[in-house]
């Protein structure tokens, strides 16, 4: 109880508040809008530069785990989370909400990752799927506070005062990860040069891409709907309005909790049968990409089951941190989860920053109604995700993952 308490509960807190801020602009959006004055394509934007700092932070963010460890990485993150925090809540423009969300973002772009480390660090490498699955499902509890808990709120209080009230818990947490989290051993030994001579390794490994590639494509997509983009599809092709896509956003975080939890425990109870984590995980990306169709084709009978099944789906490929970090010496664990992310995040960034002028060019050049534009773009993303899993399923190291 000591180890959860001290060495998986401050980072599972971390991860938590990273999956909440994640998904707090879709909830936030139509008071931004009514506010402040921007359309969709400059909340879009706003929202992925969360993402664009995710990207810039992850390599250099593996090198400084690796070396000093999450309980020295993890809490100084957090402080530069809670001072964008801050920023964002007194935000009168476009550029100042940027600069507050780019901060949030990178405070919390290693949150998950020190919790990844930590595992490694401190539970049964075999067992390393099940306890990065349990990590995650914090962010599926952060993901749901950030709907329909903040809908009520915003009844009462301001958006700026909900994002002062999460500038101080995040400073919260950020102590309990310093006071309470282990030391961690290596303690900044050997040169940077030999750290960074092991993440170029990393890079230059066949099966670190062939492995990894196709599952954090989709998991950057499956980012970008589920933290944003769900809610609009759900706007405008399911012409939900605002209470019933606030019901919806809260019943897709609740979808991530058992698609991380159980592509974990899946993995962990087949691998003690012999089975192969890489066949378990190509299994999970050709469940997600069967679930795009009935989204591209615009079905709208059940949109909320619809999306709970596309959220609970996507979060499964999640486990190909755990299968890749185990190909790897445990040393090198912070840089290939980091790296891991780097792709997954930018992927994230760069869908999500395109959907919005992407629907907007479509609407404007060719007169395409909000729907039909948004078929195309899931159409698109579908297939670049197919082909990345083909190269997956080509590769017999990849498939062999233990």
């Not at 807190?13 to 879709?26: K, P, Q, T, W």
């Not at 963010?61 to 957090?78: E, I, K, S, W």
């Not at 059940?302 to 979060?315: A, I, S, T």
């Not at 050049?365 to 948004?374: I, N, S, T």
Request: with cysteine; charged share 10%; glycine share 10%.
């Amino acid at each position: 109880m000591k180890l959860v308490l001290t060495a998986f509960l401050p980072f599972a807190l971390g991860y938590f508040l990273s999956f909440l801020f994640r998904s707090l602009n879709a909830v936030v959006a139509p008071a931004l809008r009514s506010e402040l004055g921007l359309g969709e394509a400059a909340i879009g934007v706003v929202t992925s530069m969360y993402l664009a700092a995710f990207v810039i932070a992850q390599l250099p963010a593996g090198v400084a785990l690796d070396r000093f460890g999450p309980r020295r990485v993890a809490p100084v993150m957090l402080l530069a989370t809670a001072v964008g925090a801050v920023i964002f809540a007194l935000g009168q423009d476009v550029v100042t909400l940027s600069i507050g969300r780019a901060l949030i973002g990178l405070g919390l772009s290693v949150a998950l990752m020190c919790g990844f480390k930590a595992n490694v660090l401190y539970w049964p490498i075999g067992r390393l799927p099940l306890a990065n699955a349990i990590m995650m499902t914090f962010g599926g509890l952060g993901a749901a506070m950030a709907t329909r808990p903040v809908q009520w709120l915003l009844a009462d209080y301001d958006w700026r005062h909900i994002f002062l009230g999460l500038a101080v818990i995040t400073v919260a947490v950020a102590l309990y990860q310093f006071l309470a989290a282990p030391a961690y051993e290596r303690g900044g030994k050997g040169r940077v040069s030999d750290e960074v001579r092991g993440l170029l390794g990393v890079l230059r490994t066949p099966l670190f891409w062939r492995a990894g590639l196709a599952p954090t494509f989709s998991l950057g997509v499956w980012i970008c709907y589920a933290s944003f983009w769900a809610a609009g599809w759900l706007r405008d092709v399911a012409h939900l309005d605002e209470p019933s896509v606030g019901v919806a956003l809260f019943a897709l975080s609740i979808a991530i909790i058992p698609g991380y939890f159980f592509s974990g425990m899946i993995v962990d109870l087949l691998h003690r049968r012999g089975i192969r984590g890489g066949r378990v995980l190509l299994v999970y990306g050709l469940l997600f990409l069967a679930i795009h169709v009935p989204i591209a084709l615009n079905v709208t009978a059940m949109p909320k089951l619809l999306w709970f099944l596309y959220v609970m789906l996507g979060g499964m490929p999640v486990v190909c941190y755990a299968l890749v970090t185990r190909a790897f010496a445990p040393e090198l664990a912070g840089r290939v989860n980091t790296t891991l992310n780097l792709v997954c995040m930018g992927i994230a960034f760069l869908v999500q920053a395109a959907i919005g002028p992407a629907l907007a060019w479509m609407e404007a050049a060719y007169g395409l109604p909000r729907p039909q534009a948004h078929q195309l773009v899931t159409f698109a993303l579908l297939a670049t995700q197919a082909v990345a899993w083909v190269w997956f399923a080509a590769s017999r190291e990849a498939r062999d993952l233990p």
